[in-house]
C-alpha cells in the first residue's frame, strides 16, 4: 500500500511539471519566430541603402518610406529579446549585431538625402525643358522662369538637408543620363542653371515684348482694335500671320483684309482621333465690336454642311 501512495503522490506532481516545460517551450518559439522577423526587418535597411548607392541612385525615393526611427525601434526591440551583440546578421554584407545602430543612424541620413530627390528631379526635367533656347523662342520666358523656380528649391533643399546632417560627398547614380554627381554637384549646378535661366528669361522676355508689339502694329495700323484685334492677336501672337476664313469660305492672311472683315471664321479638322470632323467658330463684327460668336460641329462626312455654314 505504502507503494502504492508513492506511485499516486508521483503522478500528481509529473502533470503539472509537464505543462510548465511545454509552455515554455512555446514561449521560446514565439520569441524565436519574433526575433527572426524583427531581423528580417533590420536587414531590410541595410539593403535599401545599398540598393541607392549601387542601382536606384536618383531613384531610390520609394524604398525609403520608412522613417529612422524604425530602425531604432527595432534593434530596442532585438536587444530586449536578448539578441548578443557578437551576433552575425545577414544583410547586403554580414554585419555584427552591434554595429546595427550605425547602420540606422547611415539610413537615417541617407534618407535625408534621398528625401532631396524630387526636388533635383524638377529641377532636371526644366533644363531639359529649356534646352538650348534662345531669347524670343517659344516657350524660352516660361520655361527660363520655371528654371530659376526649380533650380531655387533645388538649393534650398540640399542646404536643409546638408543642416539635418544629409551626407553631401555620397554619388548619387542616374542625376543626369549615364552621369552621377554628389549633392554638392548637384547643388551647385542648380545654381550655376538658375543664374543662366534667370538671364534668358531677361532677354527672352524683352524679345516676347518686342513681337507683341510688332503683332498688334501688324493689324493695328489697319485700323483693328477692341475684340477683333484680341481675336485675331489670339491666332496670331507673334505677328507672323494666320490664315483666317472670311465670307464665301475664301482664306486670307492679309492684315489689311483681316482687319476690314465683317465675318472671320476658325476651321478645325479632328485629326487626333482620326474622325475627322469639322468645327467652324464664326466670328460676326460690327467695326471691331463683336456681335455674334457661332460654333458648330460636323462629321466628316457632312463637311458640305460645314461649307454651307462657312458660306
Known sequence: ?????????????????????????????????RKRELINKLTTFDF???????QDGINA????AAEAAACTAIVDQLKDLGVPPTEVLYGKKEFLFRKAPEKCERYGKIRTLVLTFPKIKEATQSASQL???????SGATRFAGNMVTTGAACVATINDAEAKGAPMDVAIKHVFYGKDL????????????????????????GADADKKKAARERYTKHGAAGDKLEW???????????????????????????????????WMVASVNGDGSHSLRKLTFKGNK?????????????KSKAYSFCK
Not at 508521483?10 to 503539472?16: D, E, F, H
Not at 525615393?61 to 525609403?64: A, D, M, N, Q, S
Not at 507672323?240 to 492672311?253: D, P
Open 1 to 33: 500500500m505504502k507503494k502504492l501512495a508513492l506511485l499516486t503522490l508521483t503522478s500528481s506532481l509529473a502533470i503539472p511539471f509537464v505543462l510548465s516545460v511545454t509552455s515554455a517551450g512555446v514561449a521560446r518559439a514565439d520569441d524565436d519566430d
Open 48 to 54: 535599401v541603402v545599398y540598393n541607392f548607392e549601387f
Open 61 to 64: 525615393e520609394p524604398g525609403f
Open 131 to 137: 534646352g538650348d533656347a534662345k531669347p524670343g523662342e
Open 182 to 205: 554628389t549633392a554638392a554637384e548637384v547643388r551647385t549646378w542648380c545654381e550655376e542653371a538658375g543664374k543662366k535661366a534667370a538671364a534668358l528669361q531677361g532677354a527672352s522676355a
Open 232 to 266: 485675331l492677336l489670339h491666332y496670331d501672337q507673334e505677328g507672323k500671320g494666320s490664315e483666317w476664313y472670311l465670307s464665301g469660305c475664301k482664306t486670307s492672311s492679309d492684315p489689311k483684309t483681316l482687319a476690314k472683315a465683317k465675318v472671320l471664321i476658325v
Open 290 to 302: 463683336l456681335v455674334k460668336d457661332q460654333e458648330k460641329s460636323w462629321p466628316a462626312h457632312e
